[in-house]
């Protein structure tokens, strides 16, 4: 009888939800939330892209302005080259302007050796001489000495 009783016993139920006419929520909660990641992935990837695009520009624009600073610092060197050259031509010609000088200072502050009027004379005085540039206490012109110790009659 056992065996007459097992056989009219209905099957015990399952427990899945499946065998009870309603499907499970595990497939499309899994299925949204990997939609969710796709997405937030793809969103991560394009403002990436986006970013990178924006250093590109400002790389590139900083490059072109590195070149033009570049090409103004070789001008600048050129120049700075010219203005060393005029600098040295101009020391160069103080240096001879300061010799000359010198040399006239002490050519003025001395007196005048030469065997003229101008003897024990210092170059740019002035004396009393006659038509010959000689000096005379009585003559009726004006002569000078030169720089060179040469008489000049004024």
């Not at 990997?34 to 490059?63: D, H, P, R």
């Not at 300061?98 to 004396?127: H, I």
Request: hydrophobic share 30%.
């Amino acid at each position: 009888m056992e065996e007459i009783k097992n056989q009219n016993t209905p099957p015990a139920p399952a427990l899945n939800a499946s065998s009870q006419g309603r499907s499970s929520k595990l497939p499309w909660v899994v299925s949204i939330i990997l939609l969710i990641a796709i997405l937030s992935l793809g969103y991560f990837v394009w403002q990436t892209q986006k970013k990178n695009k924006e250093l590109n520009s400002a790389k590139m624009a900083l490059e072109q302005e590195k070149s033009v600073m570049q090409t103004k610092i070789s001008d600048l060197d050129a120049s700075n080259k010219d203005i060393q050259s005029k600098l040295d031509e101009m020391s160069q010609n103080i240096n001879t302007l300061e010799a000359e000088k010198k040399a006239l200072e002490e050519k003025s502050s001395s007196t005048c050796v030469k065997e003229n009027s101008c003897k024990f004379r210092t170059p740019g005085s002035e004396f009393r001489c006659d038509a010959t540039s000689k000096y005379s206490p009585m003559g009726n012109s004006l002569c000078t000495c030169d720089i060179d110790c040469n008489v000049v009659k004024k």
